[in-house]
């Protein structure tokens, strides 16, 4: 993760102060032999990637705001790394009934006001 405009600032340095890379992500956490034993074999640590920056937009993080933690140069590649599920596409369709419902309602009222008088 990069913050700030300089290439070294970051808030996670590598063993030796520079990047983390997947080697030393590998080797500093036994990943292969972890989720091995855990039956996840087909888990790879770019997916804890992905399922981070979709917390992060789940949590109401701006887009823009992704790229620049996942270091993207582009909204259309953090768009790849996001993955909302089921219930949120649910949330998504009944925020959007509920909005519509209310204009509905809006565009009556005058009609509703001008019959009563």
Not at 43 to 48: E, F, K, V
Not at 55 to 72: Q, T
């Amino acid at each position: 993760m990069v913050i700030g405009n300089t290439p070294d600032a970051r808030i996670f340095f590598g063993p030796r102060g520079g990047r983390i890379s997947t080697a030393v992500l590998r080797d500093a956490t036994h990943w292969d032999d972890v989720v091995t034993e855990l039956g996840f074999e087909h888990l790879r640590r770019h997916d804890l990637r992905h399922t981070g920056l979709t917390w992060f937009a789940d949590a109401r993080v701006p887009v823009h705001v992704l790229r620049k933690i996942a270091g993207h140069g582009s909204l259309t590649t953090i768009q790849r790394y996001l993955h909302p599920d089921a219930h949120r596409i649910t949330a998504a369709g009944a925020a959007l009934t509920a909005h519509l419902s209310v204009l509905r309602a809006l565009r009556s009222l005058p009609t509703a006001i001008a019959v009563a008088r």
